[in-house]
């Protein structure tokens, strides 16, 4: 009997974390499966952006990693290049998810030149505040 109950409890969990395409505000497909709660969250933020607000309260650590973040930036390029999002939407996206540590960058020092290494929000931030103190 255990056995039966834990392997209706992992089959339940499959279920769970199953994978799909998503169908982007009934305009188009991502390229890659992501998970219900993703392609809720990306048609969220589509509605959200697409009606003027803010993409950058969109950013989220699931939003802008692994299939949720490749889906995300797909729907934005997608949404930029159809005139439904305004060009630079995508730019402010990453900007927020670096400022959140959940993506890279390369970093902008003391307005004067770009790291040639890729780093969060967190790291750029120091690098700039031990800058400006030897400056």
């Given at each position: 009997?255990?056995?039966?109950?834990?392997?209706?409890?992992?089959?339940?969990?499959?279920?769970?974390?199953?994978?799909?395409?998503?169908?982007?505000?009934?305009?188009?497909?991502?390229?890659?499966?992501?998970?219900?709660?993703?392609?809720?969250?990306?048609?969220?933020?589509g509605?959200?952006?697409?009606?003027?607000?803010?993409?950058?309260?969109h950013a989220?650590?699931?939003?802008?990693?692994?299939?949720?973040g490749?889906?995300t930036?797909?729907?934005?390029?997608?949404?930029?290049?159809?005139?439904?999002l305004?060009?630079?939407?995508?730019?402010?996206?990453?900007a927020?998810?670096?400022?959140?540590?959940?993506m890279?960058?390369?970093?902008?020092?003391?307005?004067a030149?770009?790291?040639?290494?890729?780093?969060?929000?967190?790291?750029?931030?120091?690098?700039?505040?031990?800058?400006?103190?030897?400056?």
């Amino acid at each position: 009997m255990k056995f039966l109950q834990a392997t209706i409890l992992l089959a339940s969990a499959s279920l769970a974390q199953a994978q799909e395409i998503c169908r982007v505000l009934d305009a188009f497909d991502t390229e890659n499966a992501v998970s219900a709660s993703c392609c809720t969250a990306i048609n969220t933020a589509g509605g959200s952006v697409a009606g003027g607000g803010a993409v950058t309260s969109h950013a989220t650590s699931d939003t802008c990693q692994s299939e949720c973040g490749t889906a995300t930036m797909y729907a934005l390029a997608t949404g930029e290049a159809a005139s439904v999002l305004a060009a630079g939407t995508q730019d402010d996206f990453v900007a927020a998810c670096v400022a959140g540590d959940w993506m890279v960058d390369t970093c902008r020092v003391l307005d004067a030149f770009d790291t040639t290494t890729e780093v969060g929000g967190t790291c750029c931030a120091a690098i700039n505040t031990a800058g400006g103190s030897v400056a």
